[in-house]
């Protein structure tokens, strides 16, 4: 394997009403298994795809946001969200699904995936990577 | 002649709410699906542009859509929730109906 890279998808589209948050999630997955140093970046209308409790029987689409909470399994525990973005729409982290990762240094410690960050610091972590996908 | 708007884009990411606001004429009907059903949250960008839209205009969004995303404890007072019996219904009480996709 070559050396590894720093990874990081960035999530700007509601779920449901196009394919874009689902898409972004498979290809997230996909790859995972490639080792790399993988960061998630919910911004504008991305941070939708967090919130919690969605229930997609009246729609007749899969609800796939419970898959977010497998992430942490897949060694993908930093996920930033973008205060500005969840401010606008009138939303905090209390509406989002509580994510958690095991620290296996630290006795497989649960801690928190999510990270509110404003704007600027969302920024200079964008300015760190080696790719950059958008969805 | 009677119309009901239909508006189906997130109103942070598309214009179409702000234009079917604009042109939409008093005493006409919006009805809010898909991912528009985000301009009926409490507490956004847009909730105050909606406030004002009721006190002329009859709103309403889609409940199953509203269920999907999870927010169906953050609708604005005063928007009224429909099943899609309800939008069929309020499909065959207009006139007309624009879609403003």
Request: net charge negative.
């Amino acid at each position: 394997m070559s050396e590894v890279k720093k990874f990081l998808y960035v999530n700007r589209r509601a779920p449901y009403g196009t394919i874009y948050a689902w898409e972004s999630l498979e290809v997230i997955l996909i790859g995972a298994a490639f080792d790399q140093d993988v960061t998630l970046a919910f911004v504008d209308d991305g941070v939708f795809q967090l919130v919690k409790d969605h229930d997609t029987a009246g729609i007749g689409m899969k609800n796939f946001t419970p898959t977010y909470g497998a992430l942490g399994d897949y060694d993908i525990n930093k996920i930033y969200v973008e205060k500005e973005s969840l401010e606008a729409r009138g939303l905090t982290i209390d509406d989002l699904q509580h994510l958690i990762w095991e620290d296996e240094d630290e006795d497989w410690a649960e801690k928190d995936s999510i990270k509110v960050v404003t704007s600027s610091e969302l920024a200079k972590l964008m300015g760190q990577q080696d790719v950059v996908l958008s969805f | 002649m009677t119309m009901l708007h239909t508006v189906n884009k997130s109103p942070f990411e598309k214009d179409s709410l702000t234009s079917c606001l604009r042109l939409s004429e008093d005493g006409s009907t919006i009805l809010l699906i898909e991912d528009a059903i985000y301009a009926a949250l409490e507490g956004t960008t847009i909730s105050d542009s909606i406030k004002e839209a009721l006190k002329t205009k009859k709103v309403f969004a889609l409940q199953e859509d509203i269920n999907a995303r999870g927010v169906k404890n953050k609708v604005i007072d005063g928007i009224e929730q429909v099943d899609y019996a309800g939008f069929v219904k309020l499909v065959t009480e207009h006139d007309t109906v624009q879609s403003w996709v």
